[in-house]
């Protein structure tokens, strides 16, 4: 028998083959964003030049009526997409998990929105809300004749529309993750606080929801993490519109890096977006490491 | 005895309640998709003097005929969503196999062939599963530029690999540190090499999650729109951006049912995929949600 | 078939020394059981053993070859892991024959070996099952199977019973035994069942904090503890230990107990310890269950054996005896008895303290004195 070293092939063969992976995390994740950092502290307009003006890019960022104009449409449509997506989804996940029927249709029929690519349903509720053609005119159809559901024509309320297509999409989803995480529950604890009493009202509200704080947090950095990126949903829904009314950062850095040619002001917001998803994911992800698995 | 009929009574109501609500909501998740469909089926006229919103009184597949090779999309040649669609197969075919198969060996490497730093690796990899792809934009697309894949699918594809392949380790190497570690040992005392261990042991345990990464990113490739409107000309685009330009075309009038039929066809290949294999797909996303 | 030595091998994980200095020399064909509570570093020494792990000093050596370096395929041994580890997806006969297929033996050897083995462990009508339809016993039976067929130079165990329940762990320690008295080869098996240990092996060693404590044949673990480490993990129940004063007797030493405000002396034996240096001193008694007894007139007459009143707290019959708890010293002590000769909680109980094996401890090294 041959007695090969223990350097041999298999020593440098896991390395290798991760190496395409390394390489790809190197240049186009890590170098990639670094890059574009060092874009948003030059002069770029249409092309990328290398004269570096400080935090000017920033200060510019953040005194365009468009850009806080973005920020703040993003802050009401994330604040209200997640808090609706994820009451909506432990609801329904709890309704589910009493003993249903046709709990496995039921499911499939919650989820599948999420298989459908944001911009098809962009397209469907485009013209659902549309007043004309829609909502509006099919209530006036049944004879309420004051009826009034224009949102999405409505500067000041369009960004509401944004949110009802998006909790369509993502609430089934969230309910997905609670009803797991409501399975994962050991069932001992619920058998022994209803022998201590304890009605199914308050098993759920005392014992149940607050051991899911870990799911909670997932689905929230979820649904933060799908907000934040939102793009496909807005353009095909209202473009931005009316007026720049549901502009949002996603949407900012496409149209000044690509349609108006300001690189440099569209790298500056790129970093901003990455820095809230950040702001956002290490604190969760400090925990995560910090307290020993949970389940 | 009245006292034990009246709480079967009030269960019996409760439980009424219950079904009403889940079914209420079940409606709300799918009027949007049979409006869609039944709306796909109906003639303009009928819907000029209509609404969206009302039972079809007439059966026709024109708006399909339209949607997939008649009406005019932007300024090219070939008319319908037709040679959208096939762009998006030719982009998310190979964008799946590769992104799938490079996760797979690194799932495989970081779970039964840990070495130094693999962790750590590990670890900065999964910022790839986090990031904001504005964040990359910018550079990604001179670099496309400098390889000569502006605008090409070729491009899309390379795209979609580099970005998909942190979601596919993560995959992949969740389910193999699930494993039995003796598993490996046995083998690599039985005289099995790397290659050996992942094609004969690993490889065949592996389905389910095979499954679930392909179904992710088919997915997510297919549905992708940001990619897709920023890295592509007209002679590449996928159907998404085929089906936004088509409903967003200003000319003329607004052919709601050709915008539905449309819709369909864009969703139809995931829509389908979610059908026939809904358990994955459900395990993809909460895998994708809750590290393990 | 070879001999297996450890030489001064240490292996550590950053600053955690899992094994410090292990030394065994393992002669051809011998029994050998790694011992200790869990996180003792004996699987870690076994892992290394296989090459599994790499040693971080020291080497291993089988035979006259140097393997300390050597790849775990090239090293010639098999192992049977806790959790069998077969191949989910192969069955029963894949799964033997894996190994040689790999090594690329001829499709008839490696029929006739598949079947040899089958026959020598009776799992010749599951051989194209699938892992999964078989039980816990028949799954340990096959990974057996898995390394009897590569006739390796060396087998390593990996608490190899640990998932069976009680009742077959009993029936394949014994036909473990039996196998190895037919392959006389030589064996290294992980346990921490020191009940296991005892039955089965030819030596052990008993290993805590990844130092090996003691290493020997099951009796002088038993009858001649290292220490109170060793002395008190081998044996079930444990052996009691009991801190206590010595003193001067006419011809030697005895050491001083107190049951119900009473007490006694209890003289030393000179061949169990010489405690010349102790006396006025505390050392720890440590004498098991067995030697302390009901009143049997036959024991009463041996030397060094005393009679001692004590307060029955908890009485535990398991059957063949029976065991009392008393007090003694104020700590507790179990005593094992006759079934028929138990008397109540609470009731005041004769007991013979027999001394001939007693042994005493350090109270601060806990060394064997």
């Known amino acids: 028998m041959s007695v090969t070293n223990r350097k041999g092939l298999d020593y440098w063969l896991p390395k290798l083959v991760l190496s395409p992976?390394?390489?790809?995390?190197?240049?186009?994740?890590?170098?990639?964003?670094i890059w574009t950092a060092v874009l948003s502290f030059t002069r770029s307009r249409i092309l990328p030049q290398y004269e570096f003006v400080g935090f000017e890019q920033y200060v510019r960022l953040f005194a365009n009526d468009r850009w806080l104009g973005a920020m703040s449409n993003l802050l009401i449509f994330g604040v209200l997409f997640i808090a609706i997506c994820l009451i909506v989804g432990l609801v329904l996940a709890i309704l589910l998990d009493q003993n249903i029927r046709a709990e496995g249709a039921l499911r499939t029929i919650y989820l599948y929105p999420m298989a459908l690519s944001f911009i098809v349903t962009g397209t469907v509720w485009k013209w659902l809300l549309n007043p004309t053609v829609g909502i509006e005119r099919f209530m006036i159809s049944l004879g309420w004749e004051s009826f009034v559901f224009d949102w999405i024509v409505n500067p000041q309320m369009a960004i509401y529309t944004i949110v009802i297509a998006g909790?369509?999409?993502?609430?089934?989803?969230?309910m997905a993750i609670f009803l797991a995480g409501l399975r994962g529950i050991d069932t001992s604890i619920i058998k022994a606080a209803q022998l201590d009493g304890a009605s199914l009202f308050s098993v759920y509200t005392r014992i149940i929801i607050p051991s899911m704080r870990p799911v909670f947090f997932s689905a929230f950095i979820m649904l933060a993490h799908i907000a934040i990126k939102s793009f496909d949903l807005i353009i095909a829904l209202t473009g931005g519109g009316p007026g720049n009314s549901t502009d949002v950062p996603a949407i900012f850095m496409y149209q000044f890096s690509f349609q108006r040619g300001q690189l440099g002001m569209g790298a500056a917001s790129a970093i901003v977006m990455l820095m809230t998803v950040l702001a956002i994911l290490v604190p969760y992800l400090y925990s995560e490491l910090r307290t020993p698995k949970n389940g | 005895m009245a006292k034990m009929s009246e709480r079967r009574y009030s269960e019996i109501t409760g439980r009424a309640v219950l079904y009403g609500i889940l079914i209420i909501v079940a409606a709300y998740y799918l009027v949007p998709l049979l409006i869609m469909i039944m709306t796909s089926f109906r003639s303009m006229d009928e819907i000029r003097m209509g609404q969206l919103i009302e039972l079809p009184r007439s059966f026709t597949l024109d708006a399909w005929h339209q949607a997939w090779n008649q009406v005019q999309i932007g300024a090219r040649d070939e008319l319908g969503l037709r040679p959208y669609f096939i762009n998006s197969i030719k982009m998310v075919i190979p964008a799946v196999a590769i992104s799938t198969i490079l996760g797979a060996l690194n799932g495989y490497v970081l779970s039964f062939w840990k070495f130094r730093g693999s962790e750590l690796f590990f670890a900065a990899l999964l910022l790839g599963c986090f990031l904001p792809f504005q964040a990359i934009l910018l550079p990604q697309s001179q670099l496309l530029g400098w390889l000569g894949l502006t605008g090409s699918i070729s491009g899309l594809v390379l795209t979609h690999v580099v970005y998909g392949v942190s979601f596919t380790t993560l995959f992949f190497r969740n389910?193999?540190?699930?494993?039995?570690?003796?598993l490996i040992k046995a083998a690599k005392l039985d005289g099995a090499g790397f290659w050996m261990i992942f094609f004969r042991i690993i490889l065949p345990l592996s389905s389910p999650i095979l499954v679930v990464t392909v179904i992710w990113?088919?997915?997510q490739i297919w549905n992708d729109f940001l990619f897709g409107v920023v890295f592509s000309d007209p002679s590449s685009q996928p159907v998404t951006v085929g089906l936004n330009n088509m409903v967003n075309s200003t000319t003329g009038e607004t052919r709601y049912n050709v915008d539905m039929a449309g819709a369909i066809i864009a969703a139809l290949p995931t829509i389908l995929v979610y059908v026939l294999a809904g358990k994955y797909f459900v395990r993809g996303l909460t895998a994708g949600s809750v590290k393990g | 078939m070879a001999e297996l030595k450890i030489e001064n091998v240490n292996k550590s994980f950053g600053?955690?020394?899992?094994?410090?200095?292990?030394?065994?020399?393992?002669?051809?064909?011998?029994?050998?059981?790694?011992?200790?509570p869990s996180g003792c570093g004996k699987s870690t020494l076994l892992n290394c053993v296989a090459g599994l792990e790499e040693v971080t000093s020291g080497a291993i050596r089988l035979g006259?070859?140097?393997m300390t370096r050597v790849a775990p395929k090239d090293r010639d041994i098999a192992m049977v892991f806790q959790s069998y580890a077969l191949y989910p997806n192969m069955n029963v006969y894949k799964n033997i024959a894996f190994g040689l297929e790999i090594r690329k033996m001829p499709k008839a050897e490696i029929q006739a070996e598949v079947s040899r083995v089958a026959k020598l462990l009776q799992i010749e009508h599951m051989l194209d099952r699938k892992p999964s339809q078989l039980s816990g016993g028949q799954r340990q039976r096959v990974a057996m199977g898995r390394a009897l067929a590569r006739r390796p130079q060396i087998y390593l165990f990996d608490e190899p019973l640990s998932n069976l329940d009680a009742k077959l762990r009993v029936e394949m320690r014994t036909e473990m035994k039996k196998l190895h008295?037919?392959?006389?080869?030589?064996?290294?098996?992980?346990t921490h069942d020191q009940i296991e240990a005892m039955t089965l092996a030819d030596r052990i060693a008993v290993m805590k904090d990844g130092i090996v404590q003691q290493f020997g044949t099951p009796q002088e673990v038993y009858d001649d503890p290292a220490n109170i480490f060793v002395a008190g993990f081998m044996g079930s129940p444990s052996m009691n230990f009991l801190e206590c004063e010595v003193s001067r007797v006419d011809d030697g030493f005895a050491v001083e107990v107190v049951s119900e405000a009473q007490s006694y002396l209890l003289p030393v034996d000179p061949n169990q310890a010489d405690l010349s240096g102790y006396e006025g001193k505390r050392v720890i008694l440590g004498i098991r269950p067995e030697q302390i007894t009901?009143?049997?007139?036959?024991?009463?007459?041996?030397p060094f054996v005393t009679k001692v009143t004590v307060k029955i707290e908890v009485v535990e019959p398991t059957g063949a005896d029976t065991l009392v708890l008393a007090r003694i010293n104020d700590q507790e002590c179990e005593c094992r008895v006759h079934p028929t000769e138990s008397g109540q909680p609470g009731e005041m109980m004769d007991m013979l303290f027999n001394m001939s094996k007693a042994v005493f401890f350090d109270p601060k090294t806990e060394d064997r004195l």
Do not use: C
Request: no cysteine; aromatic share 14%.
């Open chain 1, 21 to 33: 992976t390394i390489a790809i995390t190197v240049i186009f994740i890590y170098g990639f964003v």
């Open chain 2, 175 to 182: 389910y193999y540190v699930n494993l039995p570690g003796e």
């Open chain 3, 15 to 36: 600053e955690t020394h899992i094994l410090k200095g292990i030394n065994l020399d393992i002669p051809d064909g011998e029994f050998v059981i790694l011992v200790g």
């Open chain 3, 64 to 66: 006259d070859k140097d």
């Open chain 2, 217 to 219: 990113q088919f997915t």
């Open chain 3, 181 to 190: 008295q037919r392959l006389a080869t030589t064996i290294v098996y992980v």
């Open chain 1, 167 to 174: 909790v369509w999409q993502a609430s089934g989803f969230v």
């Open chain 3, 294 to 302: 009901h009143v049997m007139p036959h024991v009463a007459e041996q």
